[in-house]
């Protein structure tokens, strides 16, 4: 099968995150078992989403990873003019939601298993297909765990988000933080006989506004982390909820903070920051109002950033293939950083680009599969020489 083919069949299954992938991960067995490929399963803690791991070459230390991930984003509220779940083709591009983050790395892998077996590998090539990315990577971590211990350990991983096939050497990490604000209900014309969560919370979103401001000026002073852009470390209040009428000081307030971290930053630097203010400025004056009251703070999935490897490996070999030496960051996120940090020389490179995930009509451009498949044609020869 050609990578726009395996697409077309990977597209077709809807595996939003926290669904269930089981279908998908089970066509893509019965494709490796067709071809004789072991592979194992590795399944996440909610029964229903698995990672899938397969090995191709002699089993040895020292192979190349693959990565992709094969959870896509929710499409609900979106103004699709297609099925998302149906690939179309529409002159050279490809719609459908995975269709470039990132079901076509996944295809044009899958699509070079063949040549895979054919071409005698000295190297081993891993693939690597990952449940939760778009959540909380813990499809990642499961299957970074067993490197080394119960697999053997790769020495180079290529994460294939979409890049438009240019090597990618930097992304920022990403640390989430669930705040729930507890206040005193009493009626709002007596407003300071109680606490008002919503107020409360007010009050700490405007913290971690003028703490993302401090970044920001110190960036725009100094310049900020070359080729990020934004170049700082970015502190977001995305959701926040709370209170029960306009004419009661609110029981409860909730928001998340999503923190993006600059390689070379420490984000729980601002978590430890952010609940020294909460726990010396903010709750001393809520529980002096009612004891009950109080602020409670979690941290989320963290996942670390990645960096610029200086004569890695990855880098070396990717530029080789793709002949791009070009400097590229990303601002977004990914499981490259995971890799990274288990010691596997790591960049993205992937087809597609980034601007299309998550949209409507996601597209990508079938040429962008075909440059991909001679990436990976070349990275076959390379671990056959």
Request: hydrophobic share 45%.
């Given at each position: 099968m050609t990578s726009v083919e395996l697409l077309h069949r990977l597209v077709g299954f809807p595996t939003v995150s926290d669904t269930?992938?089981?279908?998908?991960?089970?066509?893509?067995?019965?494709?490796?078992?067709?071809?004789?490929?072991?592979?194992?399963?590795?399944?996440?803690?909610?029964g229903r989403n698995f990672n899938l791991w397969a090995t191709i070459g002699p089993n040895?230390?020292?192979?190349?990873?693959?990565?992709?991930?094969?959870?896509?984003?929710?499409v609900e509220g979106q103004p699709w003019s297609s099925d998302p779940f149906t690939?179309?083709?529409?002159?050279?591009?490809?719609?459908?939601?995975?269709?470039?983050?990132?079901?076509?790395?996944?295809?044009?892998v899958l699509a070079a298993v063949p040549a895979m077996l054919k071409a005698g590998l000295k190297r081993p090539i891993h693939i690597c297909l990952s449940a939760d990315e778009e959540v909380r990577?813990?499809?990642?971590?499961?299957?970074?765990a067993r490197l080394g211990k119960d697999w053997v350990k790769p020495a180079v991983c290529i994460v294939g988000e979409p890049s438009r096939?240019?090597?990618v050497t930097?992304?920022?990490?990403?640390?989430?933080?669930?705040?729930?604000?507890r206040g005193f209900e009493v009626h709002s014309s007596n407003r300071y006989a109680g606490v008002s969560a919503v107020m409360v919370a007010a009050r700490l979103v405007a913290w971690l506004e003028q703490r993302d401001l401090k970044n920001k000026a110190e960036a725009e002073r100094t310049g900020g982390v070359p080729h990020f852009d934004p170049g700082w470390t970015m502190l977001h209040v995305g959701m926040i909820q709370g209170g029960t009428a306009h004419n009661i000081t609110a029981l409860d307030c909730k928001f998340v903070t999503g923190v993006r971290v600059v390689p070379g930053d420490d984000g729980e630097n601002y978590a430890r920051e952010y609940e020294d203010f909460v726990r010396t400025e903010i709750e001393p004056e809520m529980?002096?109002?009612h004891p009950s009251?109080?602020?409670?703070?979690?941290?989320?999935?963290?996942s670390p950033a990645l960096g610029a490897e200086p004569e890695g490996e990855a880098e070396r070999l990717a530029r080789k293939l793709t002949g791009d030496n070009g400097t590229h960051v990303v601002a977004y996120g990914a499981e490259a950083g995971f890799f990274q940090k288990a010691g596997l020389s790591t960049v993205i490179c992937g087809p597609g680009d980034i601007a299309q995930a998550h949209q409507p009509d996601e597209w990508i451009e079938i040429s962008e599969l075909a440059k991909c498949d001679a990436f990976i044609a070349g990275l076959i020869r390379q671990c056959a020489a």
């Open positions: 269930d992938n089981r279908a998908l991960i089970d066509f893509v067995g019965d494709y490796l078992k067709a071809h004789g490929v072991a592979f194992e399963l590795v399944p996440l803690a909610d040895v230390d020292g192979g190349i990873v693959l990565s992709g991930h094969v959870d896509v984003v929710p690939l179309v083709a529409r002159g050279d591009k490809l719609y459908g939601r995975g269709a470039c983050d990132m079901k076509g790395f996944d295809a044009c990577m813990a499809g990642a971590r499961a299957l970074i096939m240019k090597v930097g992304h920022k990490g990403y640390l989430r933080i669930d705040t729930h604000v529980k002096a109002v009251a109080g602020v409670t703070i979690t941290r989320g999935y963290a």
